[in-house]
């Protein structure tokens, strides 16, 4: 049977307990020197890379807790950068980069569409998977042939009923292409409209303003964008072999920004991967 020895402990000189002085917060007091800057005079903007500047210089952690698209979106209106962490699939982060992108945008590039044949069911589905409350109704050849709101489908009961037969087809309010943002706002103020279709010579949609997106600009002074006018976005790659798709994904998707997720940034691995990225992609 184990037993229990009570040996006779050491007693440790009271000398030896202390190390130092120690402080605690009401115990300092710091004075400020005296400056001739004013705050408002400050410049914080801040080069990310050759090309990318933000307007404050924050970052968020690539981490599955921290990063992902509405707070890479909030970040990215104050004038921060937003960094997708990696722990999903290529697919499902290249959708996070998507819903940033899309969140606003001076001039929706892509817009999502619906085909004149589809219907009132299909409609509603898109509309509330990308929480829009309108599509552009395109033709098989991807001319505008009309517009469908929710105001449309307020009253309609048979959600197999065609959305040509239901959609705005008269008078549709256009902007050619390559009208610019302060033009657009006034179309959409003058008509009284929320999203302005942009077609070409053939009348094809090559673009779609909204009057949120507008009111963004006033809203978030400091966001920072791309050249077409969306939010700007970071994602995190890792060194796997899965990493050159991943890259292509993210910048076909249209990211602005990746970065080498790695515990060790001194590594032969990260190197050899950065020499590989920066070969293959621009």
Same mark, same amino acid.
């Given at each position: 049977?184990?037993?229990?020895?009570?040996?006779?402990?050491?007693?440790?000189?009271?000398?030896?307990?202390?190390?130092?002085?120690?402080?605690?917060?009401?115990?300092?007091?710091?004075?400020?020197?005296?400056?001739?800057?004013?705050?408002?005079? +400050?410049?914080?903007?801040?080069?990310?890379?050759?090309?990318?500047?933000?307007?404050?210089?924050?970052?968020?952690?690539?981490?599955?807790?921290?990063?992902?698209?509405?707070?890479?979106?909030?970040?990215?209106?104050?004038?921060?950068?937003?960094?997708?962490?990696?722990?999903?699939?290529?697919?499902?982060?290249?959708?996070? +980069?998507?819903?940033?992108?899309?969140?606003?945008?001076?001039?929706?590039?892509?817009?999502?569409?619906?085909?004149?044949?589809?219907?009132?069911?299909?409609?509603?589905?898109?509309?509330?998977?990308?929480?829009?409350?309108?599509?552009?109704?395109?033709?098989?050849?991807?001319?505008?042939?009309?517009?469908?709101?929710?105001?449309?489908?307020?009253?309609?009961?048979?959600?197999? $009923? $065609?959305?040509?037969?239901?959609?705005?087809?008269?008078?549709?309010?256009?902007?050619?292409?390559?009208?610019?943002?302060?033009?657009?706002?006034?179309?959409?103020?003058?008509?009284?409209?929320?999203?302005?279709? +942009? +077609?070409?010579?053939?009348? $094809?949609?090559?673009?779609?303003?909204?009057?949120?997106?507008?009111?963004?600009?006033?809203?978030?002074?400091?966001?920072?964008?791309?050249?077409?006018?969306?939010?700007?976005? =970071?994602?995190?790659? =890792?060194?796997? $072999?899965?990493?050159?798709?991943?890259?292509?994904?993210?910048?076909?998707?249209?990211?602005?920004?990746?970065?080498?997720?790695?515990?060790? =940034?001194?590594?032969?691995?990260?190197?050899?991967?950065?020499?590989?990225?920066?070969?293959?992609?621009?």
């Amino acid at each position: 049977m184990a037993s229990i020895i009570n040996a006779p402990q050491a007693k440790i000189p009271q000398s030896k307990k202390f190390f130092g002085e120690g402080l605690t917060f009401d115990d300092v007091l710091l004075v400020p020197a005296y400056s001739q800057v004013l705050p408002r005079d +400050v410049e914080i903007r801040t080069r990310l890379t050759r090309d990318i500047y933000i307007n404050i210089p924050m970052l968020s952690a690539a981490m599955d807790t921290v990063t992902e698209a509405t707070l890479a979106i909030a970040l990215a209106r104050e004038g921060g950068l937003g960094i997708l962490h990696k722990n999903m699939s290529i697919e499902k982060q290249a959708e996070q +980069v998507r819903k940033v992108k899309r969140s606003e945008s001076g001039l929706i590039m892509d817009p999502i569409t619906l085909h004149d044949d589809a219907t009132i069911a299909d409609a509603l589905q898109l509309m509330r998977e990308n929480k829009i409350g309108g599509i552009p109704i395109v033709d098989a050849n991807q001319k505008l042939v009309g517009i469908l709101t929710n105001r449309d489908l307020r009253f309609e009961t048979s959600l197999s $009923k $065609k959305v040509r037969e239901v959609m705005t087809k008269e008078n549709l309010i256009t902007a050619p292409e390559g009208t610019d943002l302060t033009k657009a706002k006034k179309i959409l103020s003058q008509y009284k409209i929320e999203k302005l279709p +942009v +077609v070409n010579k053939a009348g $094809k949609l090559v673009g779609l303003v909204t009057y949120r997106d507008i009111l963004q600009l006033h809203s978030f002074p400091n966001a920072v964008k791309d050249s077409f006018g969306r939010l700007l976005v =970071g994602a995190a790659l =890792g060194i796997t $072999k899965d990493m050159k798709d991943r890259a292509a994904a993210l910048q076909q998707i249209g990211v602005d920004v990746v970065c080498l997720d790695s515990a060790h =940034g001194h590594s032969k691995g990260v190197i050899d991967a950065l020499i590989v990225l920066k070969k293959n992609f621009k």
